[in-house]
């Protein structure tokens, strides 16, 4: 079966610089949740979008915005990107009213470092 | 507001024991979901079972049951015949309906020994 897409897998970058995050959800899947994990910690949850709206948010600076489009993909950009950023951020995918309970399933993620 | 317990910060099983991870969680919203995610080292994020809170049976998916106890506010994860495969972190998670987001608790890290 077809699972979340994530690219790119890894990324390096410095202090100050932009970053850009791929997702490309399951098939049919309507709904896409971004989250980050920083190391030994457990997944927060940063944004989410259905049906290309933005439709919940949590604790994501401000320095990063995130999309959905027509097809469903989104894109988490990150900016001005600082040490802490480092870390595995997530994108799962879940489909509404299909009676799954809106299962979220997760993407491999992309580890970002910032040196 | 929502919070998700899990008080074994490690364990050690032999492989093929029956092991038992343990969950709590807190929540005003009657209706809500919980769910266990294993985190192989190679870090992705894998779901294994899910339960509602208007289920009437406990969850099972192959190897996985779901132990929930409503009024205790309990769900605990029950791996049988455990496999060293199975060594990995486990999260324990809740997504309350009126909401989108899943929270997690900090994490069992599980060693199957040989």
């Known amino acids: 079966a077809a699972g979340v897409i994530q690219s790119p897998r890894h990324l390096i970058k410095e202090k100050r610089e932009t970053a850009t995050l791929k997702c490309y959800p399951i098939?049919?899947?309507?709904?896409v949740y971004w989250y980050q994990q920083g190391p030994g910690q457990d997944p927060q949850f940063l944004i989410s979008?259905?049906?290309?709206?933005?439709?919940d948010k949590g604790s994501i600076p401000d320095r990063f915005s995130a999309q959905q489009f027509s097809d469903y993909h989104s894109e988490l950009n990150m900016s001005s990107l600082e040490l802490g950023d480092s870390a595995l951020y997530f994108c799962a995918s879940s489909s509404s009213g299909n009676g799954d309970t809106d299962t979220q399933y997760f993407g491999p993620g992309t580890r970002l470092t910032v040196l | 507001a929502q919070k998700i317990t899990q008080t074994q910060p490690g364990m050690f099983v032999q492989e093929k024991e029956a092991v038992t991870l343990d969950c709590t969680y807190d929540?005003?919203?009657?209706?809500?979901?919980l769910f266990w995610y294993k985190q192989p080292s190679s870090g992705e994020m894998i779901f294994l079972i899910y339960?509602?809170?208007?289920?009437?049976q406990n969850a099972t998916e192959g190897r996985y049951s779901l132990n929930f106890q409503k009024a205790r506010k309990s769900a605990n994860l029950v791996i049988s015949a455990s496999q060293l495969g199975d060594s990995a972190m486990y999260f324990c998670?809740?997504?309350?309906?009126?909401?989108?987001?899943?929270?997690f608790g900090k994490g069992t890290r599980l060693h199957i020994l040989p």
């Open positions: 979008f259905y049906e290309k709206m933005q439709s």
């Open positions: 098939p049919r899947h309507d709904t």
């Open positions: 339960q509602g809170s208007y289920d009437q």
């Open positions: 998670a809740m997504r309350e309906n009126r909401d989108d987001k899943i929270i």
């Open positions: 929540t005003s919203d009657p209706s809500y979901g």
